[in-house]
């Protein structure tokens, strides 16, 4: 078995024990690896009825065949486990250089089951894994925990660990990797606290071994000279600014969320642009294990009342935080983010939850006793303290642990959450940006721009051009760029370097290099056809968890604003999203019936029953 | 592989072609027989949304591995497909002859799929099968075809087939064997004849081989030993006076349906019961294959307008001509029974359908005009010529083709139609026998008294007592039944005869005389636990096919009259069927959510996903 490494570790939190387990070729090539090996075991581990912090709940980790080669951007792991937040089944992934450090430990993924009696943390230091007590590491920042465990390990040990939202049970508590990367989404740190492990560190020293390193080679060869020329010497626009570059494209096209998506442009855009990060506060970028580009960025404030060094924030953190929270102040917004790093929390749904804090406040739903004092838009120092008291689950905090839509829900509004599936969206507004609003309705997870970032097409024209007002063409382009992006995230890739290579002239979207390296790398011997299958067999799989949770095409929705208002500025001003007539060519698409279920014949055909 | 014969007949009945399949031995054990390997069959092969009358649709005829052994009452096989009535997949059996005959011929299974370009039968002669044509036999009767086929193939060839009704596609055709035994509901004779097949015919030479033939023979010496015994030296009763002499308890509990379910006694039921049919029109009893009860009756009719030969009728054909029509003239009942098995109609839904029509004209819902004169509960000749209108689609005959649903539906009242899932009721008002109604609704097939009849409990007492007007006990009663039914089914077996015997000492329902046969017959060593788990297997396979065929618990369901309208009239006067109470709890008895879906720990722990 070449590219996969053959061996899946399973934790028995509950009696403190670790096995070794053999992955099965057959399900490793089904499922491709990530992703998919994560649904398959829930699927068949799991109930998905159960309650997401009990001990029945079990989290895996697991890394693609992909993870840890020289693949650009081969970096990526990925999370699951039924999410506290959605009820439904979710993958965090995240890349940094934990996933590789897994892989030279030889293991393609970790499935943690029960509950400890007393907080652990999970060693992994070549061939030996063992229980270590994590006692002296709760209440510790995943900063402090990081540096911690690398003390007390050897030189070179990577950690995964939650901070003390995770261990407080934040419903979108992260799981933060090599200090400042972030399993971020659908409360995966909740799980990973309910079961009192703390972290996960590992040290390994084998070589991955490719099917045929030649090929292999010689294919990344040319995936770098192309992506190289395609520089053209320059740099790379999100090593130059981060992501966050990408506020002048959502403002530009009026989809930069802003006030909890009362509108779509905000004024102060260029405040908190990345151009500004980079001129302001950049220290150098970082880059991922194996990675060309370089996205990430070390930053450091010296302003008064935000000092801090970390890391970010990225485009979502600056949308949610900033423009969506109305704060111009990036200090203030870079500070929010890294108290979200500190404490292990999303930073997407932690922004986009005290922005709705703030419409229901401006509107006297929410009763300023409760909040402390009053709460507008704008206020950046509100910002902080209730990132901080939310990671406390201080006073208010302990409702704003909860997220938008319980927090809105509370206050009996709960149509002024901006979620799908009761996660925060990402910071695409849907009304000026059709297949996004499909994308984050009709996601497993609830809204991301992860599962199938329709933005890349409809905004940044990559890798080709769609109106993003236009709503008749988005259905296929949504479906087609789930299943692929599933491919990505089930190989060990990360998006954005993959999401250029994934057209062919014809306009199809397949994903013929990842296929190539794939190959490679494992001698799976994959067709495209087949390849793609695979993608939609892991994304039906999640429907099936979806489904078996209790959600139902019910919760492929957006709140009434998306549908009912149109948006009242910008370049998208009138448009809403037309999320139910989408939906209907979709489910046809998907080979679901009327009701958003998988047909009989469907599933038959994936392989799933 | 003993007990199964391990063969599969594949019937393409587009190319004309047939061939030889090894049943798996795996598969053999897991789904028992019968109506076990019909639904893994239909479940794998079948789009559960296709059209029932299309090619796409598949019809299985399978027998159990007790079908054809010297078994009491191993007579039986099983028609299965989905049905052109119900919507869902149905499974409707039949005794006679003519199952152990194709046993004989070492057939387990035939698998029908396609359509013939031209009427068509299967024949099969020892180890050859083939199709020939059946143009000079379309537009016959079931007795003609049944004649015209033995005439013209070897001595002691037995034949299925359909009649006129099933070549015309109405809606509750039944297929026909050895004359006048019914594979009755859900219309699987018209699936018969919209893939243009008039018949099948078998002549076996071949022994059953069985694992322990000595275990088995002593085995079924006890039962027999045990059922003389029971009889002391008189006759069964339904041996006596056949299955009709059920009108006594079904009167006595008012659960007798009568005038469409708007009354649960009926003033004439002397008229109609077993005891005036043997006094009447009895020529003799008959028995199935192996039976030691004998329950058929061959009966004529000398009655001027009513004459004719045949079989029946049984209970259910007397209460659903006789009293749910108001009719008390048991010729004409007989007569239209006749007429149903000639023309291949299920006699249940022909009268109750009738019934409905008659209420409809009684409320000035039906136009006169519409059948050509007016319309009555009591009509006799009305009844006969209803049913020959039926089978010749002539007429208002076309809409009553279509079942009780479809014809209420029609002009307006689709309460008024007895039914569930569209199938309509036997011959058991739920208000007054309360497991009955769940029985109904949740019957996967529609209303069946064949699919776990819990009147065998509440009117007769056998194997045990529970009073028919409380509900609270039958939630579990109906979840256990169904599933030990579901054993009897696909194990080839008549419930008459196994009913008494699937109580244990503590009151658990448990089937342990059927396991210690197949076990003697199969060697598969089941355990008891193992074989009501098969049960269950196959109940929820079967709620599988339902659900991906588009029906949900909306369709779990009663018509109003049956939980909004209290009896009026006898010991269950003021009663209404208590179906959502009782719902609720056997849901959650099923392993099934809140919508009527198995869980997808319920279906893992069944081996279905």
């Known amino acids: 078995m070449n590219g996969w490494m053959g061996k899946i570790l399973r934790v028995d939190l509950t009696r403190g024990e670790v096995r070794d387990e053999a992955l099965e070729a057959r399900i490793a090539k089904d499922y491709i690896g990530g992703r998919g090996l994560g649904i398959e075991t829930l699927l068949r581990e799991v109930d998905p009825k159960c309650d997401p912090l009990s001990p029945e709940n079990k989290l895996v980790m697991a890394n693609g065949p992909l993870t840890g080669t020289k693949a650009p951007t081969g970096a990526r792991y990925m999370v699951m486990t039924k999410s506290p937040l959605t009820g439904s089944v979710t993958c965090s992934n995240s890349g940094g250089y934990f996933p590789a450090e897994l892989k030279k430990a030889g293991v393609d993924m970790i499935v943690f089951e029960g509950r400890a009696s007393e907080p652990v943390y999970l060693y992994i230091e070549g061939e030996r894994a063992e229980l270590r007590s994590a006692a002296h590491l709760w209440g510790r920042t995943t900063h402090e925990t990081d540096a911690a465990i690398r003390r007390e390990t050897v030189r070179g040990t990577r950690v995964a660990c939650i901070g003390p939202a995770g261990e407080r049970g934040v419903l979108f508590a992260s799981?933060?990797?090599?200090?400042?990367?972030?399993?971020?989404?659908?409360?995966?740190?909740?799980?990973?606290?309910?079961?009192?492990?703390?972290?996960?560190?590992?040290?390994?020293?084998?070589?991955?071994?490719?099917?045929?390193?030649?090929?292999?080679a010689e294919i990344v060869r040319k995936i770098i000279k192309r992506f190289r020329d395609s520089l053209k010497g320059g740099k790379h626009p999100l090593n130059l600014h981060g992501t966050a570059v990408t506020v002048m494209a959502t403002q530009n096209f009026g989809v930069f969320p802003t006030r909890n998506f009362q509108q779509g442009t905000f004024d102060a855009?260029?405040?908190?642009?990345?151009?500004?990060?980079?001129?302001?506060?950049?220290?150098?970028?970082?880059?991922?294990?194996?990675?060309?580009?370089?996205?990430?960025?070390?930053?450091?404030?010296?302003?008064?009342?935000?000092?801090?060094?970390?890391?970010?924030?990225?485009?979502?953190?600056?949308?949610?935080?900033?423009?969506?929270?109305?704060?111009?102040?990036?200090?203030?917004?870079?500070?929010?983010?890294?108290?979200?790093?500190?404490?292990?929390?999303?930073?997407?749904?932690?922004?986009?939850?005290?922005?709705?804090?703030?419409?229901?406040?401006?509107?006297?739903?929410?009763?300023?006793?409760?909040v402390g004092g009053p709460l507008r838009f704008g206020d950046a120092r509100a910002l902080v303290e209730l990132t901080l008291k939310t990671a406390s689950r201080e006073g208010f905090g302990d409702l704003l642990a909860r997220g938008s839509y319980r927090l809105a829900e509370h206050y009996g509004h709960p149509e002024l959450a901006m979620v799908s599936k009761k996660q925060?969206?990402?910071?695409?507004?849907?009304?000026?940006?059709?297949?996004?609003?499909?994308?984050?309705?009709?996601?497993?997870?609830?809204?991301?721009?992860?599962?199938?970032?329709?933005?890349?097409?409809?905004?940044?024209?990559?890798?080709?051009?769609?109106?993003?007002?236009?709503?008749?063409?988005?259905?296929?382009?949504?479906?087609?760029?789930?299943?692929?992006?599933?491919?990505?995230?089930?190989?060990?890739?990360?998006?954005?370097?993959?999401?250029?290579?994934?057209?062919?002239?014809?306009?199809?979207?397949?994903?013929?290099?990842?296929?190539?390296?794939?190959?490679?790398?494992?001698?799976?011997?994959?067709?495209?056809?087949?390849?793609?299958?695979?993608?939609?067999?892991?994304f039906n799989a999640e429907r099936l968890f979806m489904i078996h949770a209790g959600l139902s095409c019910k919760d492929d929705s957006l709140p009434p604003r998306m549908t009912g208002e149109p948006l009242p500025d910008g370049p998208a001003r009138g448009s809403v999203c037309r999320l139910p007539e989408m939906l209907r060519s979709y489910y046809q698409l998907r080979g679901w019936d009327e009701n958003g279920i998988p047909t009989w014949t469907k599933l038959r055909e994936l392989g799933l029953v």
């Open 175 to 216: 799981i933060m990797n090599d200090r400042d990367r972030a399993a971020g989404r659908s409360g995966v740190g909740a799980v990973m606290g309910a079961k009192n492990l703390k972290a996960v560190a590992v040290r390994g020293d084998k070589e991955v071994v490719l099917h045929d390193a030649r090929a292999f």
């Open 424 to 538: 925060e969206f990402a910071g695409y507004d849907p009304r000026g940006a059709q297949g996004m609003g499909l994308a984050y309705a009709t996601s497993p997870v609830g809204a991301s721009h992860m599962r199938g970032d329709s933005a890349y097409i409809e905004l940044l024209g990559v890798p080709m051009v769609l109106d993003p007002l236009s709503w008749e063409d988005k259905s296929e382009l949504v479906k087609d760029w789930q299943d692929v992006f599933t491919v990505i995230d089930a190989a060990g890739l990360c998006v954005f370097f993959s999401v250029r290579n994934l057209v062919t002239p014809t306009r199809d979207i397949r994903p013929q290099g990842i296929m190539e390296l794939l190959n490679a790398a494992t001698g799976a011997d994959y067709g495209l056809d087949e390849l793609v299958r695979a993608g939609e067999r892991i």
């Open 269 to 370: 855009w260029e405040e908190i642009h990345g151009e500004s990060l980079t001129r302001k506060f950049l220290v150098r970028p970082k880059a991922c294990f194996n990675c060309p580009i370089g996205c990430g960025r070390v930053t450091k404030v010296d302003e008064p009342g935000f000092q801090g060094t970390g890391e970010g924030p990225e485009y979502e953190t600056v949308y949610a935080m900033g423009s969506n929270c109305g704060v111009s102040n990036l200090a203030a917004v870079t500070k929010a983010n890294y108290i979200c790093n500190e404490m292990g929390m999303d930073t997407i749904s932690m922004g986009a939850t005290i922005a709705c804090a703030m419409e229901l406040a401006e509107r006297g739903f929410l009763p300023e006793a409760d």
